[in-house]
């Protein structure tokens, strides 16, 4: 594209600039799925700058070095001018942090560690923030298959929402819920069942491992109706999602079996792909499955 410096009709007076459509994000964290993230945006169009920041700046700039696109920064705040939207892939901590800061200046957000919501006043700020600053808060579907079918039945009635999350004990890392009743996943030998109760419950005590449950109770029936069993089984490969809900609308159940994570087995390499997807929608023109 081409764009005039002043009124005299010469080319000389024309500069190139990127796509009008073209946009600047930010990436927090370059772990497994920052990483993942920010490869698989290099190149899109759509894109300008992958701004990337992380606790480790090693980890960054060793990132920023083989790619074009990514610019490491220390602090977002001197980008939050120039960017579209903030990309959170770190952690929950990391969350309660940069999505009120970008919501603040009204940069749009999409949340992978979406189990920062069974906080209720968090939740109430950050939505509140949003509507005030007229900016968007994206929660991708992750690592689970559904949530569209279950955002259009929550419009109704649903009398329940169950989801079964079965991992390998490669998947558990240190847990204080665990240790708590004695168990190490590492030790066991058989199908065995970690946790029943609800959503928040889960989210509170296995913040690594179930973001899937706080993303359907948000699209579904709430934290404290949504009921969630965490089951280890060394015996399986995959990190499985088994979603049932019956109500108004009828019965839905839908397993969804994932390949971990290659660099990070505690999390789901959909999660990522379906962070990728979204950001897709986010910057271009096109969203099936609205």
């Known amino acids: 594209m081409l764009a005039r410096r002043g009124g005299v009709n010469s080319e000389s007076f ?11 994000i930010c990436v927090i964290g370059c772990g497994a799925i920052g990483t993942t993230i920010a490869r698989a945006v290099e190149p899109m169009p759509e894109i ?26 220390p602090d977002i705040v001197p980008i939050l001018n120039d960017i579209k939207l903030v990309v959170e892939a770190a952690s929950q901590d990391a969350a309660r942090y940069y999505v009120p800061l970008a919501l603040s200046a009204g940069v749009d957000v999409l949340i992978m560690s979406v189990g920062i919501f069974q906080d209720e006043e968090f939740q109430k700020d950050a ?3 949003a509507k005030r600053k007229s900016a968007k808060i994206y929660m991708p579907s ?15 009635q649903i009398d329940e929402v169950t989801l079964t999350t ?23 030998r058989e199908r065995t069942e970690l946790f029943y109760g609800t959503a928040r419950e889960a989210v509170k005590h296995f913040p690594q491992n179930i973001n899937v449950a706080a993303t359907i109770s948000l699209a579904g029936i ?23 809900a019956k109500g108004k609308f009828g019965e839905l159940d839908v397993v969804t079996r994932n390949v971990p994570s290659p660099r990070n087995p505690k999390t789901s390499y959909l999660a990522a792909l379906s962070a990728i997807s979204a950001i897709k929608k986010i910057t271009g023109t096109t969203w099936v499955g609205v």
């Open 14 to 24: 024309y500069i190139s600039l990127p796509s009008v459509f073209a946009v600047n």
């Open 48 to 73: 300008n700058i992958v701004y990337l920041t992380d606790r480790s700046k090693e980890c960054a700039t060793r990132l920023q070095e083989k790619m074009t696109k990514v610019r490491y920064v």
């Open 127 to 129: 939505f509140r923030l």
């Open 142 to 156: 992750g690592a689970i298959g559904g949530i569209d079918a279950l955002g259009a039945a929550s419009l109704e």
């Open 166 to 188: 079965t991992k390998p004990p490669s998947a558990f890392g240190p847990n204080p819920y665990l240790e708590s009743k004695g168990i190490v996943a590492s030790e066991l």
């Open 222 to 244: 709430g934290f404290e109706k949504t009921r969630i069993r965490i089951m280890c089984d060394p015996q399986v490969q995959t990190n499985e999602h088994h979603l049932k």
